[in-house]
Protein backbone atom coordinates (compact mmCIF):
# COMPACT_ATOMS: atom_id res chain seq x y z
CA UNK A 1 0.00 0.00 0.00
CA UNK A 2 1.13 3.34 -0.48
CA UNK A 3 -1.38 5.23 2.11
CA UNK A 4 -0.73 4.50 5.78
CA UNK A 5 -2.02 6.19 8.84
CA UNK A 6 0.54 7.47 11.78
CA UNK A 7 -1.15 6.70 15.02
CA UNK A 8 0.69 8.73 17.14
CA UNK A 9 -0.56 11.49 15.09
CA UNK A 10 -4.12 10.82 15.32
CA UNK A 11 -3.87 11.04 19.09
CA UNK A 12 -2.02 14.60 18.32
CA UNK A 13 -4.30 16.08 15.96
CA UNK A 14 -7.23 14.95 18.17
CA UNK A 15 -6.05 17.40 20.78
CA UNK A 16 -5.55 20.11 18.49
CA UNK A 17 -9.31 19.60 17.41
CA UNK A 18 -10.58 18.66 20.59
CA UNK A 19 -11.65 22.20 22.22
CA UNK A 20 -12.33 23.66 18.27
CA UNK A 21 -15.60 25.55 18.17
CA UNK A 22 -17.65 23.97 14.72
CA UNK A 23 -17.67 26.28 12.06
CA UNK A 24 -21.03 27.85 11.49
CA UNK A 25 -23.29 27.82 7.58
CA UNK A 26 -22.12 30.70 5.84
CA UNK A 27 -25.61 32.10 4.71
CA UNK A 28 -23.58 34.81 3.40
CA UNK A 29 -22.51 32.66 0.93
CA UNK A 30 -25.51 30.33 -0.07
CA UNK A 31 -29.14 31.20 -0.54
CA UNK A 32 -31.19 30.27 2.44
CA UNK A 33 -35.24 31.47 2.39
CA UNK A 34 -36.50 28.40 4.53
CA UNK A 35 -38.77 27.21 1.58
CA UNK A 36 -38.59 24.67 -0.92
CA UNK A 37 -36.68 26.58 -3.02
CA UNK A 38 -33.22 26.45 -0.75
CA UNK A 39 -33.75 22.61 -1.48
CA UNK A 40 -33.47 23.07 -4.47
CA UNK A 41 -30.21 25.15 -4.20
CA UNK A 42 -28.74 22.89 -2.34
CA UNK A 43 -29.02 20.25 -4.49
CA UNK A 44 -28.04 21.99 -7.58
CA UNK A 45 -25.08 23.19 -5.51
CA UNK A 46 -24.22 19.49 -4.50
CA UNK A 47 -24.63 18.41 -8.26
CA UNK A 48 -21.67 20.58 -9.25
CA UNK A 49 -19.63 20.35 -6.24
CA UNK A 50 -16.59 19.55 -7.66
CA UNK A 51 -13.15 20.08 -9.05
CA UNK A 52 -12.38 23.36 -8.78
CA UNK A 53 -8.32 23.13 -8.56
CA UNK A 54 -7.01 23.55 -12.20
CA UNK A 55 -4.71 25.91 -12.28
CA UNK A 56 -5.29 28.95 -13.23
CA UNK A 57 -7.71 28.34 -10.45
CA UNK A 58 -11.29 29.00 -11.20
CA UNK A 59 -12.67 31.97 -9.97
CA UNK A 60 -15.36 34.92 -10.06
CA UNK A 61 -16.38 38.07 -9.15
CA UNK A 62 -20.28 38.29 -7.40
CA UNK A 63 -21.09 42.18 -5.86
CA UNK A 64 -17.81 42.93 -6.58
CA UNK A 65 -16.17 40.22 -4.46
CA UNK A 66 -13.98 37.72 -5.77
CA UNK A 67 -14.13 34.32 -4.67
CA UNK A 68 -13.18 31.27 -5.68
CA UNK A 69 -13.89 26.92 -5.73
CA UNK A 70 -16.42 26.28 -3.98
CA UNK A 71 -17.74 29.13 -2.58
CA UNK A 72 -17.36 31.34 -5.87
CA UNK A 73 -20.12 28.37 -7.57
CA UNK A 74 -22.19 28.53 -4.05
CA UNK A 75 -22.52 32.92 -4.90
CA UNK A 76 -22.91 32.66 -8.59
CA UNK A 77 -26.17 30.13 -7.71
CA UNK A 78 -26.79 32.20 -5.24
CA UNK A 79 -27.10 35.21 -7.29
CA UNK A 80 -29.59 33.41 -9.99
CA UNK A 81 -31.80 32.50 -7.46
CA UNK A 82 -31.96 35.46 -5.86
CA UNK A 83 -33.16 37.32 -9.22
CA UNK A 84 -34.70 34.24 -10.78
CA UNK A 85 -32.78 34.47 -13.49
CA UNK A 86 -31.91 32.05 -15.31
CA UNK A 87 -34.67 29.87 -14.03
CA UNK A 88 -32.48 27.44 -12.66
CA UNK A 89 -34.68 26.08 -9.77
CA UNK A 90 -37.18 25.65 -12.67
CA UNK A 91 -35.81 21.92 -12.98
CA UNK A 92 -37.69 21.25 -16.55
CA UNK A 93 -35.26 24.04 -17.72
CA UNK A 94 -32.26 22.33 -16.71
CA UNK A 95 -33.20 19.39 -18.69
CA UNK A 96 -32.45 21.36 -21.84
CA UNK A 97 -29.88 23.78 -20.47
CA UNK A 98 -27.56 24.85 -22.96
CA UNK A 99 -23.56 25.10 -22.67
CA UNK A 100 -23.68 28.32 -23.13
CA UNK A 101 -25.81 28.96 -20.44
CA UNK A 102 -24.07 27.31 -18.27
CA UNK A 103 -21.12 28.75 -18.89
CA UNK A 104 -22.70 32.51 -18.48
CA UNK A 105 -24.59 31.38 -14.74
CA UNK A 106 -21.26 30.26 -13.55
CA UNK A 107 -18.95 33.22 -14.54
CA UNK A 108 -20.86 35.52 -12.30
CA UNK A 109 -19.96 38.94 -13.06
CA UNK A 110 -16.62 37.86 -14.32
CA UNK A 111 -14.49 34.49 -14.79
CA UNK A 112 -11.18 34.61 -13.56
CA UNK A 113 -9.31 31.44 -14.89
CA UNK A 114 -11.37 28.34 -17.24
CA UNK A 115 -14.23 26.81 -15.61
CA UNK A 116 -13.10 22.95 -15.05
CA UNK A 117 -14.92 20.26 -16.45
CA UNK A 118 -17.79 22.51 -18.32
CA UNK A 119 -19.18 19.96 -20.75
CA UNK A 120 -19.75 17.59 -17.25
CA UNK A 121 -21.35 19.98 -15.22
CA UNK A 122 -23.57 20.76 -18.77
CA UNK A 123 -24.37 16.61 -18.47
CA UNK A 124 -25.35 16.88 -14.83
CA UNK A 125 -27.48 19.56 -15.02
CA UNK A 126 -29.91 18.07 -17.95
CA UNK A 127 -29.52 14.28 -15.92
CA UNK A 128 -30.64 16.08 -12.48
CA UNK A 129 -33.33 18.25 -14.24
CA UNK A 130 -34.78 15.18 -16.25
CA UNK A 131 -34.63 13.05 -12.72
CA UNK A 132 -36.61 15.56 -10.75
CA UNK A 133 -39.02 15.94 -13.08
CA UNK A 134 -39.62 12.07 -14.48
CA UNK A 135 -39.63 11.03 -10.59
CA UNK A 136 -40.04 14.07 -8.50
CA UNK A 137 -42.90 16.07 -10.52
CA UNK A 138 -39.88 18.48 -10.83
CA UNK A 139 -40.33 19.21 -7.03
CA UNK A 140 -37.10 18.97 -4.21
CA UNK A 141 -39.75 18.47 -1.80
CA UNK A 142 -40.63 15.49 -2.97
CA UNK A 143 -37.18 13.62 -3.08
CA UNK A 144 -37.07 14.69 0.72
CA UNK A 145 -40.13 13.57 1.60
CA UNK A 146 -39.10 9.82 -0.07
CA UNK A 147 -35.59 9.69 1.92
CA UNK A 148 -38.30 9.79 5.59
CA UNK A 149 -35.89 11.92 7.44
CA UNK A 150 -33.56 9.92 6.53
CA UNK A 151 -29.86 11.01 5.56
CA UNK A 152 -29.05 7.57 4.66
CA UNK A 153 -32.23 6.81 2.55
CA UNK A 154 -31.83 10.36 0.42
CA UNK A 155 -28.04 9.35 -0.29
CA UNK A 156 -29.72 5.97 -1.40
CA UNK A 157 -31.92 7.71 -3.93
CA UNK A 158 -28.99 10.15 -5.30
CA UNK A 159 -27.38 6.89 -5.86
CA UNK A 160 -29.97 5.33 -6.91
CA UNK A 161 -31.13 7.22 -9.23
CA UNK A 162 -28.90 9.83 -10.88
CA UNK A 163 -25.13 8.18 -12.02
CA UNK A 164 -23.44 11.45 -11.11
CA UNK A 165 -23.97 10.79 -7.79
CA UNK A 166 -22.90 7.30 -8.01
CA UNK A 167 -19.31 7.72 -6.93
CA UNK A 168 -17.91 4.25 -6.67
CA UNK A 169 -14.28 2.53 -6.95
CA UNK A 170 -13.13 -0.60 -7.59
CA UNK A 171 -9.64 -2.00 -5.39
CA UNK A 172 -8.08 -5.41 -5.53
CA UNK A 173 -11.83 -7.05 -6.93
CA UNK A 174 -13.65 -4.69 -4.04
CA UNK A 175 -16.12 -2.25 -4.57
CA UNK A 176 -15.11 0.75 -2.97
CA UNK A 177 -18.32 3.27 -1.93
CA UNK A 178 -17.45 6.73 -1.05
CA UNK A 179 -20.38 9.00 -2.44
CA UNK A 180 -19.23 12.07 -1.24
CA UNK A 181 -21.77 14.09 -3.01
CA UNK A 182 -24.59 12.10 -2.09
CA UNK A 183 -23.65 12.57 1.53
CA UNK A 184 -22.72 15.50 1.39
CA UNK A 185 -26.16 17.09 0.40
CA UNK A 186 -27.91 15.71 3.98
CA UNK A 187 -25.09 17.21 5.96
CA UNK A 188 -25.70 20.97 4.26
CA UNK A 189 -29.60 20.69 4.46
CA UNK A 190 -28.77 19.61 8.53
CA UNK A 191 -26.34 22.52 8.51
CA UNK A 192 -28.48 25.36 6.29
CA UNK A 193 -32.14 24.44 8.08
CA UNK A 194 -30.14 24.06 11.47
CA UNK A 195 -31.31 20.39 11.83
CA UNK A 196 -35.11 21.57 11.47
CA UNK A 197 -37.95 21.32 8.50
CA UNK A 198 -35.90 19.89 5.87
CA UNK A 199 -32.94 19.51 7.87
CA UNK A 200 -34.23 17.13 10.50
CA UNK A 201 -32.71 13.61 9.12
CA UNK A 202 -31.74 11.28 11.40
CA UNK A 203 -29.15 8.50 10.64
CA UNK A 204 -26.39 11.49 9.95
CA UNK A 205 -23.76 10.15 12.50
CA UNK A 206 -23.82 6.78 10.18
CA UNK A 207 -23.02 9.37 7.46
CA UNK A 208 -18.71 9.42 6.81
CA UNK A 209 -15.94 12.40 6.03
CA UNK A 210 -16.41 13.86 2.68
CA UNK A 211 -13.78 11.72 0.83
CA UNK A 212 -12.07 14.85 -1.40
CA UNK A 213 -8.76 16.13 -1.67
CA UNK A 214 -8.40 18.83 0.60
CA UNK A 215 -9.06 16.96 3.39
CA UNK A 216 -6.18 14.55 3.24
CA UNK A 217 -4.23 17.05 1.81
CA UNK A 218 -4.38 18.74 5.97
CA UNK A 219 -4.32 14.81 7.27
CA UNK A 220 -1.03 14.34 5.32
CA UNK A 221 0.44 18.07 6.51
CA UNK A 222 -0.80 16.97 10.47
CA UNK A 223 1.48 13.88 9.86
CA UNK A 224 -1.95 11.55 10.05
CA UNK A 225 -1.44 9.95 6.51
CA UNK A 226 1.77 9.49 5.00
CA UNK A 227 2.47 8.17 1.55
CA UNK A 228 5.05 6.07 0.20
CA UNK A 229 7.83 7.74 -1.85
CA UNK A 230 6.52 6.84 -5.07
CA UNK A 231 2.90 8.27 -4.28
CA UNK A 232 4.64 11.62 -2.59
CA UNK A 233 6.36 12.53 -5.28
CA UNK A 234 3.57 12.13 -7.97
CA UNK A 235 1.37 14.31 -5.79
CA UNK A 236 3.90 16.86 -4.61
CA UNK A 237 4.73 17.50 -8.70
CA UNK A 238 1.43 17.76 -9.38
CA UNK A 239 1.19 14.66 -11.94
CA UNK A 240 -2.40 13.73 -13.00
CA UNK A 241 -3.74 10.58 -10.51
CA UNK A 242 -6.33 8.83 -12.76
CA UNK A 243 -9.94 8.76 -10.98
CA UNK A 244 -10.22 5.13 -9.66
CA UNK A 245 -6.99 4.19 -9.65
CA UNK A 246 -5.18 2.30 -6.87
CA UNK A 247 -3.21 5.52 -5.67
CA UNK A 248 -6.66 7.32 -5.92
CA UNK A 249 -9.03 5.08 -3.79
CA UNK A 250 -5.96 4.55 -0.94
CA UNK A 251 -5.69 8.34 -0.50
CA UNK A 252 -9.38 8.85 -0.39
CA UNK A 253 -9.77 5.65 1.54
CA UNK A 254 -6.81 6.69 3.89
CA UNK A 255 -8.81 9.96 4.50
CA UNK A 256 -11.95 8.14 5.67
CA UNK A 257 -10.42 5.79 8.03
CA UNK A 258 -8.34 8.19 9.39
CA UNK A 259 -11.63 10.87 10.81
CA UNK A 260 -12.73 7.73 12.12
CA UNK A 261 -9.53 6.90 13.91
CA UNK A 262 -10.12 10.69 14.83
CA UNK A 263 -13.81 10.31 16.19
CA UNK A 264 -12.86 7.58 18.43
CA UNK A 265 -9.85 9.41 20.20
CA UNK A 266 -11.70 12.82 20.50
CA UNK A 267 -14.39 10.36 22.03
CA UNK A 268 -11.90 9.15 24.89
CA UNK A 269 -10.82 13.17 25.45
CA UNK A 270 -14.56 13.55 25.79
CA UNK A 271 -15.53 14.99 22.78
CA UNK A 272 -18.37 13.65 20.72
CA UNK A 273 -18.32 14.78 17.19
CA UNK A 274 -20.28 13.31 14.01
CA UNK A 275 -17.95 12.14 11.44
CA UNK A 276 -19.36 14.90 8.81
CA UNK A 277 -18.16 17.67 11.90
CA UNK A 278 -14.75 16.47 11.83
CA UNK A 279 -14.52 16.98 8.32
CA UNK A 280 -16.13 20.19 8.78
CA UNK A 281 -13.14 21.61 11.25
CA UNK A 282 -10.41 19.55 8.99
CA UNK A 283 -11.73 20.85 5.85
CA UNK A 284 -11.73 24.88 7.21
CA UNK A 285 -8.23 24.20 8.65
CA UNK A 286 -7.27 23.20 5.35
CA UNK A 287 -8.61 26.73 3.68
CA UNK A 288 -6.56 29.05 5.90
CA UNK A 289 -3.07 26.84 5.99
CA UNK A 290 -0.23 26.93 3.10
CA UNK A 291 0.68 23.00 2.31
CA UNK A 292 2.20 20.77 0.21
CA UNK A 293 0.26 20.19 -3.06
CA UNK A 294 -2.96 18.41 -2.98
CA UNK A 295 -3.93 15.23 -5.22
CA UNK A 296 -4.70 15.87 -9.19
CA UNK A 297 -7.41 13.48 -9.93
CA UNK A 298 -9.93 15.16 -12.52
CA UNK A 299 -13.36 13.86 -11.30
CA UNK A 300 -16.81 14.85 -10.99
CA UNK A 301 -17.41 12.94 -7.91
CA UNK A 302 -15.51 15.59 -5.25
Given at each position: MDVAI??????RLARLLVNMPLPQWSYEHHFYDGSERTVSYLLILDALNFCFFPEPRWQVIVG?????G?????LVLKQAFMIGEPPIDDFSYLMCIKEQEVRTLLQ?????????????????????GDRMVSVYQGKAANLI????????????????GFPSFRDEAWYIGEKIAFYKRAQILASDLCASFRGKSYGALKEMEQLTAFADY??????RDEGVLDYSEALARIVDSKEWICA?????????????????LLRAALLRLGRVLLSIEIDWLLWNMAQRREMAPHHRTLTTFY
Amino acid sequence: MDVAINPERIDRLARLLVNMPLPQWSYEHHFYDGSERTVSYLLILDALNFCFFPEPRWQVIVGGEQVQGYFGLALVLKQAFMIGEPPIDDFSYLMCIKEQEVRTLLQGERPIGKIPLLKERVTILRELGDRMVSVYQGKAANLIEDAGGSAIRLTELLVDGFPSFRDEAWYIGEKIAFYKRAQILASDLCASFRGKSYGALKEMEQLTAFADYRVPQILRDEGVLDYSEALARIVDSKEWICAGSVHEVEIRAGMIVAVELLRAALLRLGRVLLSIEIDWLLWNMAQRREMAPHHRTLTTFY
